[in-house]
């Protein structure tokens, strides 16, 4: 089992929608949380930092229930240029852990 | 913001030969530098970790002859593969961070190796 799981997708949503994405780790001793964008062939962006109190910014909210060992993603009022893979990362002392991913397509 | 300067980003070579990739941080004192490895549709898979002035640590599976790393500077890190084979094509991403904890991660933009 993989200590950070996520949906691969892909997920195909139309423009506008909302989507939820989810991740779940499996060291309870993992400390901090984020998600991060990609696009093909580039490297990962910061999209935002994950806490237990959640965190908007803008259309996106991040959410972290430690208890269930889960973090989550939602995007509202899709837009096309959210086309992306989302990647769950976990740090855990001084090992930063990716999640495989979650493959975004939003079509008009 | 801090910049990571990764180069080349694409690299076309044939089998056995060694390719050097290099990482500098532009703006900034990077005490780690991370490599990864990332195959398509799949999630970058950390290789190994450079401090400045000490040997890498590789991750199991790793082979530390075949992806020699050197981290001679604050500022720079270098992965050379060594006599490089088909299976060796990547995508190779170098991230940084200044202050030993992982919490902001800086990336470079890449290389995609193809070895022919």
């Known amino acids: 089992r993989k200590e950070v799981e996520q949906d691969p997708g892909p997920f195909n949503v139309p423009e506008g929608a909302t989507v939820a994405f989810n991740c779940t780790y499996s060291?309870?001793?993992?400390?901090?949380f984020f998600w991060y964008r990609q696009d093909c062939r580039k490297e990962p962006k910061l999209l935002m930092s994950?806490?237990?109190s959640g965190n908007e910014d803008g259309r996106f909210t991040a959410q972290l229930n430690r208890a269930s060992q889960y973090i989550s993603l939602l995007i509202r009022d899709s837009k096309l240029s959210d086309s992306a893979t989302y990647l769950c990362?976990?740090?855990?002392?001084?090992?930063?852990?990716f999640g495989a991913g979650t493959r975004l397509f939003v079509k008009a | 913001g801090a910049v990571v300067s990764q180069h080349p980003s694409w690299v076309i070579c044939k089998s056995g030969t060694s390719v050097k990739i290099e990482c500098r941080s532009l703006?900034?004192?990077?005490?780690?530098m991370f490599w990864y490895r990332q195959f398509p549709k799949q999630s970058l898979m950390l290789m190994a970790t450079?401090?400045?002035?000490?040997?890498?640590?590789?991750e199991q599976g790793v082979e530390k002859d075949k992806f020699l790393i050197n981290h001679a500077s604050l500022t720079l890190s270098t992965l050379t593969v060594t006599s490089a084979h088909p299976e060796d094509s990547s995508f190779y991403i170098c991230?940084?961070?200044?202050?030993?904890?992982?919490?902001?991660?800086?990336f470079g933009s890449g290389t995609q190796l193809s070895v022919l």
């Open positions: 703006d900034f004192q990077a005490t780690t």
């Open positions: 060291n309870s001793a993992s400390q901090s």
């Open positions: 990362v976990v740090i855990r002392g001084f090992k930063t852990i």
């Open positions: 450079s401090n400045e002035g000490s040997k890498a640590t590789y």
């Open positions: 991230s940084a961070t200044d202050g030993g904890q992982a919490e902001k991660l800086f």
């Open positions: 994950v806490y237990s």
